[in-house]
């Protein structure tokens, strides 16, 4: 695979391309451990053989057919508490980029706390943010998102599509990638202006301000999704109390 990114300005100008690989994100720390990348480094593999997602989570994607990278971001002007911030960035970028390829813009194309991205509430892209920290700041960050682009079938233990799905075509994959790469660095762009982002983020949040069906401390419950605060925690509102989610300790029932 030769792929030339000229869109950008920086994202993807340092491009490392494998056959195969385990994780872009290990391969990612791994780099950041010899040595001093350049920002905006990108790896991306043809197929990776022990993807992870949020929380530990394995993350399944065919040999060829999907977008499975990792960016790495100099992240060193961040302070820690700020952390979430990146998680909403690059989630409202993925979203963006698959909005965009698929021609159905009448479907739903929502962010799923923390950063996993539904269309027609079935699964199509997840995120994986891997941040080291320095004293009170972030240094480098890495960013692993897997976008799911021509599979044609999934595990039946997930709900899951791909942008070739939805549209019923071969796509191409290079051409998303391309678009993903520019889009996460004008989404980046805005990184210090936290209205727009809470305000993208919260537009498109996955069952926002809707009675839902939820598995949480081991009962099933109606509640509402009314927001995240500062700690990048769901805001769940059930039985007239809001109450603050950490990732894992609630479960949606689709």
């Not at 990108?42 to 530990?56: D, F």
């Not at 060829?64 to 060193?76: G, K, M, P, W």
């Not at 979430?84 to 690059?90: A, D, K, Q, T």
Request: aromatic share 10%; with cysteine; hydrophobic share 40%.
């Amino acid at each position: 695979m030769n792929i030339i990114v000229n869109e950008t300005h920086y994202i993807g100008k340092n491009l490392i391309i494998f056959k195969s690989l385990t994780s872009t994100n290990d391969y990612a720390k791994e780099l950041i451990s010899k040595s001093t990348p350049k920002n905006g480094s990108v790896i991306l593999t043809e197929e990776q053989t022990a993807g992870r997602g949020q929380a530990g989570n394995e993350w399944h994607a065919e040999p060829n057919q999907n977008i499975t990278c990792s960016i790495i971001l100099d992240t060193s002007t961040l302070e820690v508490n700020q952390q979430f911030i990146l998680n909403m960035l690059v989630a409202i970028a993925v979203r963006q980029t698959i909005h965009e390829f698929i021609a159905d813009k009448d479907s739903s194309f929502c962010i799923k706390w923390p950063n996993d991205i539904m269309v027609n509430s079935k699964k199509i892209a997840g995120i994986l943010i891997e941040n080291s920290i320095q004293g009170n700041y972030l240094q480098y960050s890495i960013l692993g998102i897997g976008i799911n682009v021509n599979q044609q079938a999934f595990s039946k233990e997930i709900q899951a599509t791909s942008i070739s799905l939805e549209n019923n075509l071969e796509m191409d994959m290079i051409e998303i990638f391309k678009k993903l790469l520019l889009n996460i660095e004008n989404v980046y762009a805005n990184i210090y202006n936290k209205d727009y982002i809470q305000q993208e983020y919260l537009k498109h949040l996955f069952w926002k301000d809707e009675l839902k069906t939820f598995h949480y401390n081991n009962e099933i419950i109606s509640a509402k999704i009314v927001g995240i605060n500062d700690f990048g925690q769901l805001l769940l509102q059930y039985n007239n109390d809001i109450i603050p989610i950490n990732n894992k300790e609630i479960k949606y029932i689709i």
